[in-house]
């Protein structure tokens, strides 16, 4: 099952939009770690040792081709405007 979904980081209020060309159930994509460290630094010690990440499927398709899949993932991204630095861990498309 090809998905995309959401990654909500509720301590930095920041989303990640990422596509998987199969279900699962654990992986978390692959924003740049240097960005989200980044932000992480900023907050409380005690918010550094606990906090919540969440994930939630927005699409899926059991039937779409790979570039399919990557339009929905960039139609997303525009969507929730997660390349945008202030809401966001996308960096591609470039935000304008």
């Known amino acids: 099952m090809k998905q995309i979904y959401k990654i909500t980081y509720l301590a930095t ?3 990640y939009i990422g596509k998987v060309a199969y279900e699962s159930f654990r992986y ?7 960005i989200v460290n980044e ?3 900023k907050l409380p010690i005690e918010t550094q040792k606990d906090y919540t990440v969440r994930k939630e499927i ?3 398709s059991a039937s779409c081709s790979d570039s399919q899949l990557a339009k929905k993932e960039a139609k997303f991204i525009k969507q929730f405007q997660s390349n945008n630095p202030d ?3 996308n960096r ?3 935000f304008n």
């Open 87 to 89: 809401v966001g861990y």
């Open 13 to 15: 209020n920041k989303i």
């Open 28 to 34: 978390f994509g692959s924003p740049d770690i240097n």
């Open 58 to 60: 927005l699409w899926e």
């Open 92 to 94: 591609w498309p470039k």
């Open 39 to 41: 932000d992480f630094r």
